[in-house]
């Protein structure tokens, strides 16, 4: 958790490509780390940045599988060994709008 330099509001993770830093609703950014960051043109495109809550904040996020519930386009994503070792990973999906969770058919 944390709160805006700036206007003290709670901060939220945002997700573009592999980096993740803080976004306030205010529009101040800034690093995990805590440093300042700028990040160009986050605001003018704000659909490169996925905004996560909470608990799937450190779940990285796909948009080519769409939810088969609401038809959001994108998900959470997590790999798990269903057995010990004897199978492959299975790709679980949790759609980032209504929460529904599924599994990939492969
Ligand atoms: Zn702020
Ligand atoms: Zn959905």
Not at 4 to 33: H, P, T, Y
Not at 89 to 102: G, N, R
Request: proline share 4%; charged share 30%.
């Amino acid at each position: 958790m944390k709160f805006c330099s700036k206007c003290n509001g709670l901060m939220r993770i945002a997700v573009q490509g592999k980096d993740r830093f803080w976004v306030c609703s205010c529009g101040n950014q800034e690093a995990l780390s805590g440093e300042s960051v700028t990040l160009k043109e986050t605001v003018a495109k704000p659909k490169e940045v996925e905004v996560v809550d909470g608990d799937v904040n450190n779940l990285p996020i796909t948009d080519d599988e769409p939810c088969p519930k609401c038809e959001n386009k994108t998900a959470y994503y997590w790999l798990q060994q269903m057995r010990a070792g004897d199978e492959a990973e299975t790709k679980f999906l949790q759609c980032t709008k209504c929460k529904h969770t599924w599994r990939e058919n492969t």
